[in-house]
């Protein structure tokens, strides 16, 4: 079943009594004929349907999400029967009852919750040998696009849940590329919003520096919608004091015409990686909807970013795990990422059959929010932040700046793990805490790749805006067809056979 945008299938489907039990008995039979093909959901919500009736029977004040069913990474709380597992086995019973704000707002704006998403097993902070979109809880999810390709991580089930068209929407969750890069491998559009714009309070964390939940959809528009739904000040979470501020109508700005008589700054500096024919064909659509692009060819500063990084996020891991843990129920009886280590020792045959978890040895090793910590977190922030994207934005006078999110997506590898060839340059915006949007720019050989679009912190909705009018303009979004490979379609399998059995022997 194909899927529109929300506002348009609302307009369809008109405002009958039932609309929202409608919507969501659709989605539970898409999810439920769809999933054993990409295993993407680990859990349809059991309360699904009394929402959508509840819903239904609220004759007034129906919110901007009516009735529309959205799924939530599994590593961010909702109320209800449904543990949050972030993949891993020592949360399996993690049953909180707890839902997090941006559930909470999701909820008061009319969304159906209709479950969890696989992901990337602890948001993919485990091991840097890991295969993104395997956890123990979820086992692996596929791409749509071949399904022995990898979809990226690590919120790899809500970018594929959306691609395969079991949802118009759903909710990530980011430290660096966990939004992007699977929206951009899995041909949707992934939103990362400014960090603090949105609530983390009660999502399994990584990094406070960093994390942030977004929207993965089908549409720019529909991005917009839901990241009007979920951002706000949340009291528990100090980032998001000038949330409520800085907050605005996000689909208010949206127009065709936004990309003109705008100066964009071109990443070259991150482009690459098999996308440069989609790449130069989405610039040529940026010229031609009226925007000036101004050619960034060089960036100093991203290896030491890149390893002051690491030093902040193994510091915050152990301090903001260790905190979150701690709000458990009691039924919970890993305490401390050193149980969390311990645990995964004890259950070595399932959760370390794969990969390991350096990571997690790593940053239990740590001594915490210490000095060296403080400055590594003061030195990356400022190289992608003040020294990075605002001195590329200032000094090429430019308002954003685009580059390809990543490479196409990598084959599923259980001996040699994740093989991305690039990363682009989501690092900077994932690091400053700035916004960042991709939209699809096409497909390289039947995979498809994303553009990025990169702006000034809280510059939240002229990113949407921008993004939006290039998406108007290319309508690049494929539905993908669930090959075995890339190998085994027709545009690519007659090639690899000879040349006798191609019926081309010319002798």
Same mark, same amino acid.
């Given at each position: 079943?194909?899927?529109? #945008?929300?506002?348009?299938?609302?307009?369809?489907?008109?405002?009958?009594?039932?609309?929202?039990?409608?919507?969501?008995? /659709?989605?539970?039979?898409?999810?439920?004929?769809?999933?054993?093909?990409?295993?993407?959901? %680990?859990?349809?919500?059991?309360?699904?349907?009394?929402?959508?009736?509840?819903?239904? +029977?609220?004759?007034?004040?129906?919110? *901007?999400?009516?009735?529309?069913? %959205?799924?939530?990474?599994?590593?961010?709380?909702?109320?209800?029967?449904?543990?949050?597992?972030?993949?891993? !086995?020592?949360?399996?019973?993690?049953?909180?009852?707890?839902?997090?704000?941006?559930?909470?707002?999701?909820?008061?704006?009319?969304?159906?919750?209709?479950?969890?998403?696989?992901?990337?097993?602890?948001?993919?902070?485990?091991?840097?040998?890991?295969?993104?979109?395997?956890?123990?809880?979820?086992?692996?999810?596929?791409?749509?696009?071949?399904?022995?390709?990898?979809?990226?991580?690590?919120?790899?089930?809500?970018?594929?849940?959306?691609?395969?068209?079991?949802?118009?929407?759903?909710?990530?969750?980011?430290?660096?590329?966990?939004?992007?890069?699977?929206?951009?491998?899995?041909?949707?559009?992934?939103?990362?919003?400014?960090?603090?714009?949105?609530?983390?309070?009660?999502?399994?964390?990584?990094?406070?520096?960093?994390?942030?939940?977004?929207?993965?959809?089908?549409?720019?528009?529909?991005?917009?919608? $839901?990241?009007?739904?979920?951002?706000?000040?949340?009291?528990?979470?100090?980032?998001?004091?000038?949330?409520?501020?800085?907050?605005?109508?996000?689909?208010?700005? !949206?127009?065709?015409?936004?990309?003109?008589? $705008?100066?964009?700054?071109?990443?070259?500096?991150?482009?690459?990686?098999?996308?440069?024919?989609?790449? =130069?064909?989405?610039?040529?659509?940026?010229?031609?909807?009226?925007?000036?692009?101004?050619? %960034?060819?060089?960036?100093?500063?991203?290896?030491?970013?890149?390893?002051?990084?690491? &030093?902040?996020?193994?510091?915050?891991?152990?301090?903001?795990?260790?905190?979150?843990?701690?709000?458990?129920?009691? &039924?919970? +009886? &890993?305490?401390?990422?050193?149980?969390?280590?311990?645990?995964?020792?004890?259950?070595?045959?399932?959760?370390?059959? !794969?990969?390991?978890? =350096?990571?997690?040895?790593?940053?239990?090793?740590?001594?915490?929010?210490?000095?060296?910590?403080?400055?590594? +977190?003061?030195?990356?922030?400022?190289?992608?932040?003040?020294?990075?994207?605002?001195?590329?934005?200032?000094?090429? /006078?430019?308002?954003?700046?685009?580059?390809?999110?990543?490479? *196409?997506?990598?084959?599923?590898?259980? $001996?040699?793990?994740?093989?991305?060839?690039?990363?682009?340059?989501?690092?900077?915006? /994932?690091?400053?805490?700035?916004?960042?949007?991709?939209?699809?720019?096409?497909?390289?050989?039947?995979?498809?790749?994303?553009?990025?679009?990169?702006?000034?912190?809280?510059?939240?909705?002229?990113?949407?805006?921008?993004?939006?009018?290039?998406?108007?303009?290319?309508?690049?979004?494929?539905?993908?067809?669930? *090959?075995? #490979?890339? =190998?085994?379609?027709?545009?690519?399998?007659?090639?690899?056979?000879?040349?006798?059995?191609?019926?081309?022997?010319? +002798?």
């Amino acid at each position: 079943m194909a899927l529109g #945008s929300v506002a348009a299938a609302m307009a369809q489907e008109g405002d009958p009594a039932t609309l929202a039990e409608l919507r969501t008995q /659709a989605a539970i039979e898409r999810v439920e004929a769809l999933n054993p093909r990409v295993n993407a959901v %680990i859990a349809l919500d059991p309360t699904a349907m009394d929402q959508a009736r509840a819903l239904d +029977r609220m004759r007034r004040a129906r919110g *901007p999400l009516f009735g529309l069913p %959205i799924l939530i990474k599994d590593n961010i709380e909702t109320d209800g029967p449904l543990p949050t597992t972030a993949g891993s !086995l020592a949360l399996a019973g993690n049953v909180t009852h707890r839902d997090a704000p941006l559930v909470a707002r999701l909820r008061a704006a009319g969304a159906v919750i209709l479950g969890k998403t696989n992901l990337s097993e602890w948001a993919n902070m485990r091991s840097s040998h890991s295969i993104s979109g395997w956890s123990a809880v979820g086992g692996q999810t596929r791409n749509p696009y071949a399904l022995d390709r990898n979809p990226c991580g690590s919120s790899a089930g809500s970018g594929v849940a959306v691609a395969s068209g079991m949802v118009r929407a759903a909710i990530g969750t980011e430290t660096d590329g966990s939004i992007t890069c699977p929206a951009a491998i899995n041909g949707i559009v992934g939103f990362k919003p400014t960090v603090g714009l949105v609530s983390r309070t009660h999502i399994v964390p990584i990094s406070h520096s960093q994390d942030t939940a977004g929207p993965m959809t089908r549409t720019v528009r529909d991005a917009a919608l $839901v990241l009007n739904a979920i951002a706000g000040t949340d009291a528990a979470d100090p980032a998001t004091a000038e949330a409520d501020a800085r907050r605005v109508d996000y689909t208010a700005a !949206l127009s065709p015409d936004a990309l003109r008589g $705008v100066r964009i700054g071109v990443m070259r500096f991150a482009s690459g990686f098999g996308t440069d024919g989609p790449f =130069e064909a989405a610039l040529a659509v940026l010229r031609a909807q009226g925007a000036t692009l101004v050619e %960034i060819t060089h960036f100093d500063g991203a290896a030491e970013f890149r390893r002051n990084e690491m &030093t902040v996020l193994l510091a915050e891991l152990k301090h903001d795990m260790n905190a979150y843990l701690a709000t458990l129920p009691d &039924t919970i +009886r &890993t305490r401390t990422l050193a149980d969390l280590i311990a645990f995964n020792r004890a259950h070595a045959g399932e959760e370390l059959a !794969l990969f390991g978890q =350096e990571l997690f040895e790593q940053a239990e090793a740590t001594n915490g929010l210490d000095d060296a910590y403080r400055q590594a +977190r003061a030195t990356s922030q400022r190289l992608a932040g003040p020294d990075g994207i605002d001195r590329l934005l200032r000094e090429n /006078a430019v308002i954003a700046l685009v580059g390809p999110t990543t490479a *196409p997506a990598w084959l599923i590898d259980a $001996v040699n793990g994740d093989q991305i060839s690039g990363g682009g340059a989501g690092s900077l915006a /994932a690091i400053a805490g700035y916004p960042h949007l991709t939209v699809p720019m096409g497909q390289v050989r039947g995979l498809p790749v994303g553009l990025s679009f990169i702006g000034a912190k809280w510059d939240d909705a002229r990113i949407l805006a921008l993004g939006y009018a290039y998406e108007q303009a290319s309508h690049l979004r494929v539905d993908p067809t669930f *090959p075995p #490979s890339i =190998e085994a379609t027709p545009a690519i399998a007659p090639h690899l056979l000879p040349a006798r059995e191609r019926g081309r022997d010319r +002798r």
